[in-house]
T-cell receptor, first 114, second 109 residues
Framework: DSGVTQTPKHLITATGQRVTLRCSPR?????VYWYQQSLDQGLQFLIQ???????AKGNILERFSAQQFPDLHSELNLSSLELGDSALYFC?????????????FGNGTRLTVT | AQRVTQPEKLLSVFKGAPVELKCNYS??????LFWYVQYSRQRLQLLLR??SRESIKGFTADLNKGETSFHLKKPFAQEEDSAMYYC???????????FGRGTSLIVHP
């Protein structure tokens, strides 16, 4: 499957801990997006990278950080976790950044903070 | 600020009935609008975009700038249309899609 791959699928951790979510974009895609989906919430944009550089920032908390590596995979780091951080975290990729470049989504990582 | 509103969390219809999933947006410029769909146990995927003016799986959506709407329609719903549908907006130079909260469509046999 050459689509967007996210690992792990599920993550259960305690408050105060730190976790790393990983995303491998679709082959050939240079742009990676991270979204958070909490209960009853839509997809909230967190951050975008394009070819290794941060391109846009959304409602991302200071406790969260991300990066895109030279091989284009991306990691989202969540630290000092709180119960409210429990959510589904989606990664998406696109060829470039633009309206004519639709997003291709991964299956998401479900984070549960206890 | 741009915003996408999908007023219905759940829409339940019977097979063969017409379906309309509502999407309203707030943005002062010229938006690019999309519908994404997530079928059970599958990933979120693009269904259609207004610039293509296409019909996918029998679904169409027309951009109405006067009413700032982009409703998704299908004349005869099928059971396999049951899914979560998200409306999304791209505006200006940001190219970051803003999503609505989604509408769950259930088509009963």
């Amino acid at each position: 499957d050459s689509g967007v791959t996210q690992t792990p699928k599920h993550l259960i951790t305690a408050t105060g801990q730190r976790v790393t979510l990983r995303c491998s974009p679709r082959s050939g895609d240079l742009s990676v997006y991270w979204y958070q989906q909490s209960l009853d919430q839509g997809l909230q944009f967190l951050i975008q990278y394009y070819n290794g550089e941060e391109r846009a920032k959304g409602n991302i908390l200071e406790r969260f950080s991300a990066q895109q590596f030279p091989d284009l995979h991306s990691e989202l780091n969540l630290s000092s976790l709180e119960l409210g951080d429990s959510a589904l975290y989606f990664c998406a990729s696109s060829v470039v950044s633009g309206a004519n470049s639709p997003l291709h989504f991964g299956n998401g990582t479900r984070l549960t903070v206890t | 600020a741009q915003r996408v509103t999908q007023p219905e969390k759940l829409l339940s219809v019977f097979k063969g009935a017409p379906v309309e999933l509502k999407c309203n947006y707030s943005y002062s410029g010229s938006p690019e609008l999309f519908w994404y769909v997530q079928y059970s146990r599958q990933r979120l995927q693009l269904l259609l975009r207004h610039i293509s003016r296409e019909s996918i799986k029998g679904f169409t959506a027309d951009l109405n700038k006067g009413e700032t709407s982009f409703h998704l329609k299908k004349p005869f719903a099928q059971e396999e249309d049951s899914a979560m549908y998200y409306c999304a907006l791209i505006s200006g130079g940001s190219y970051i899609p803003t999503f609505g909260r989604g509408t769950s469509l259930i088509v009963h046999p």
